[in-house]
Nanobody, 115 residues
Framework: VQLQASGGGLVQAGGSLRLSCAAS????????MGWYRQPPGKERELVAS???????NYADSGKGRFTISRDNAKNTVYLQMNSLKPEDTAVYYC??????????WGQGTLVTVSS
């Protein structure tokens, strides 16, 4: 299984970015997909996740600003990030969990928000 993430980059505070992550390979059945991030010098943390039934979960830091969505037919998850802040600067990792509770990670995409 491979997770290919894209969409990171440099943006000014208040701007927007959209991250995409496509899963490919021998995917059994996906339970959930989501995004984690690791700010410089900090531990990895959940940003948002969405289950196969569409149930979403957001970290408090992104509520009202970030929207996660999923295209089950394409095994793709998206993260729309609006009103970005410098503290959103991090490497963002795509995550997938299958129904056997196997975890898979993408390679990470850097998001830098300048003040």
């Amino acid at each position: 299984v491979q997770l290919q993430a894209s969409g990171g980059g440099l943006v000014q505070a208040g701007g927007s970015l959209r991250l995409s992550c496509a899963a490919s390979g021998s995917i059994f059945r996906i339970n959930s997909m989501g995004w984690y991030r690791q700010p410089p010098g900090k531990e990895r943390e959940l940003v948002a996740s969405v289950t196969s039934s569409g149930r979403t979960n957001y970290a408090d830091s992104g509520k009202g600003r970030f929207t996660i969505s999923r295209d089950n037919a394409k095994n793709t998850v998206y993260l729309q990030m609006n009103s970005l802040k410098p503290e959103d600067t991090a490497v963002y990792y795509c995550h997938m969990r299958d129904i056997n509770w196997n975890d898979y990670w993408g390679q990470g995409t850097l998001v830098t928000v300048s003040s």
